[in-house]
């Protein structure tokens, strides 16, 4: 099946800092990505999506200026967090949709 | 507003019995229906789909699943448990679009497994 990487899988960073995560189509192209989030013990929860060529679609109460998204190529999207706080810390994952969504490994962010 | 139930947080069962993790759905149309399996720390990985047709999918793992329109249920099932079956299953829904758009992800039923 088509194979999504994302990177890195585990970061953490102090309060203040930025962190950039990268979602890459592997062996497709893929005009639109999107980003959720998971808090320990719960679902997923649809952050944005990531258009190639254009702006971000952000989901009511997403910051998009704390999570800013960058898509500038048909393989690759980009989350990063800015201004990073403890509350920040979650699990980070994109998809990139074929006939399915195929899912990154997620990227653990833990802010100290 | 779309939503996805599993009424299921917590599931144990003992290996080798049978299992039945409930979905249920909330949609304006039948949407696309899914069911992904998360191991600790890892990505989702999809099990099975229902887009049309044959209401009884089969998956990896041995894992299938029914589409039932009139219980706006999606139930996945698995007649033999393995321990290496452990870990998070999420059911979703999407909109048919033609390609995959975003998803709404049910609350997820983390499966134990006992020897």
């Known amino acids: 099946g088509a194979v999504v990487s994302q990177h890195p899988s585990r970061v953490i960073c102090k309060s203040g800092t930025s962190v950039k995560i990268e979602c890459r189509s592997l062996?497709?192209?893929?005009?639109?990505m999107f980003w959720y989030r998971q808090f320990p013990k719960q679902s997923l929860m649809l952050m944005a999506t990531?258009?190639?060529?254009?702006?971000?679609?952000?989901e009511q109460g997403v910051e998009k200026d704390k999570f800013l998204i960058n898509h500038a190529s048909l393989t690759l999207s980009t989350l990063t967090v800015t201004s990073a706080h403890p509350e920040d810390s979650s699990f980070y994952i994109c998809?990139?949709?074929?006939?399915?969504?195929?899912f990154g490994q997620g990227t653990r962010l833990t802010v100290v | 507003a779309q939503s996805v139930t599993q009424p299921d947080i917590h599931i144990t069962v003992s290996e080798g019995a049978s299992l039945e993790l409930r979905c249920n759905y909330s949609?304006?149309?039948?949407?696309?229906l899914f069911w992904y399996v998360q191991s600790p720390g890892q990505g989702l990985q999809l099990l099975l789909k229902?887009?049309?047709?044959?209401?009884l999918v089969q998956g990896i793992k041995g894992f299938e699943a029914e589409f039932k329109r009139s219980q706006s249920s999606f139930n996945l099932r698995k007649p033999s448990v393995h321990w290496s079956d452990a870990a998070e299953y999420f059911c979703?829904?999407?909109?048919?679009?033609?390609?995959?758009?975003?998803?709404?992800f049910g609350t997820g039923t983390r499966l134990q497994v006992t020897l």
């Open positions: 998809s990139a949709p074929i006939t399915e969504a195929f």
């Open positions: 062996d497709f192209q893929a005009t639109t």
């Open positions: 990531s258009n190639e060529g254009s702006k971000a679609t952000y």
């Open positions: 949609y304006g149309a039948t949407p696309y």
């Open positions: 229902y887009f049309s047709g044959d209401t």
């Open positions: 979703a829904v999407g909109p048919r679009t033609g390609t995959a758009s975003k998803l709404t």
